[in-house]
């Protein structure tokens, strides 16, 4: 998927939300285990309640993994169903892969020729080689963690070089920007760090951000629209508990879309007031 095909989408569902298929087996309703594959079919169900107010689904692949080679066939299936059946969904995996040589080409391969994501996430610790595999496959994107939510980010991320007083976060930024472009590349940028969206704006103006943390991590969205928002819309503003797990009855996708409705119904909003729709 090409970045003006996933704007023409965002456009058109007047939305910029990512669902994430964080499928727990101890958190899905308990009905669903009179089924041969419960996560596959809980997926299923939320995926037809929200497919037309959302333009992406990421599925966190340690859910899937946890379970082994089962989780690894809903993921699968779950993949085909988005292919087969809404295939202008913008698809994700979450895997946070990180390694070099052949391993990391082997990753980019299971992630999207074996398993047919658009995107992959990945951590950029290990440097260019370890980021380069997965950018040699045509309309595939890595999505590279920058500034990510959880408490321990201070650890590491806002560091400052003593020379140059840049921060790790920004250092990741701008000499990633060396390794792939816009059209093949997008950041992480959690939520709950959204005043800090302006200084990531600042080193990389055009990529299309992922950010995650809104709804139950308590980010804001406006706060998020503000800072990241630009030209192109730019952002995919990722939910995953708030609407998967907003019942655990019968009505659970039901429950699921009126959360993604809200969601979308701001989103339409924050949209036509930077009048990019």
């Known amino acids: 998927m090409t970045r003006q095909e996933l704007f023409s989408n965002i456009q058109k569902k007047k939305s910029f939300l990512c669902v994430g298929l964080d499928s727990d087996v101890t958190l899905i309703p ?34 899937y993994e946890s379970l082994g080679s089962t989780g690894w066939d809903a993921l699968d299936r779950t993949v085909s169903y988005l292919r087969d059946h809404y295939p202008d969904q913008f698809i ?44 040699g ?31 790790l976060f920004e250092q990741v930024l701008r ?14 940028v959690g939520a709950t760090q959204a005043r800090m969206l302006a200084d990531v704006r600042s080193i990389a103006p055009e990529h299309f951000l992922l950010v995650p943390g809104v709804g139950a991590q308590g980010g804001s969205l406006q706060e998020v629209a503000e800072y990241g928002f630009n030209e192109h819309c730019g952002l995919l503003v990722n939910s995953s508990r708030q609407i ?14 009126k959360e993604a409705e809200k969601l979308q119904t701001e989103m339409k909003s924050l949209l ?6």
């Open 272 to 277: 036509k007031q930077r009048q990019l729709l």
């Open 175 to 188: 000499s990633s920007q060396n390794w792939g472009n816009t059209e093949n590349m997008m950041y992480v």
């Open 92 to 135: 994700i995996a979450d895997a946070k892969r990180g390694d070099i040589g052949n391993t990391s080409a082997l990753y980019a391969r299971s992630f999207f020729s074996s398993l047919d994501f658009d995107a992959v996430t990945v951590a950029p610790y290990m440097g260019e080689d370890s980021v380069t595999p997965f950018l």
């Open 244 to 257: 998967i797990y907003a019942s655990s009855g019968l009505d659970f996708a039901k429950a699921a879309r």
């Open 30 to 63: 308990e009905h669903l285990f009179d089924e041969e594959d419960p996560i596959f079919e809980f997926n299923k169900a939320i995926i037809d309640a929200t497919a037309d107010l959302c333009v992406a689904y990421k599925p966190n692949l340690a859910f």
């Open 137 to 167: 496959y045509e309309g595939k994107w890595v999505i590279l963690l920058a500034l990510t939510s959880n408490k321990g980010a201070a650890d590491f991320q806002f560091k400052k070089d003593a020379e140059t007083q840049t921060a």
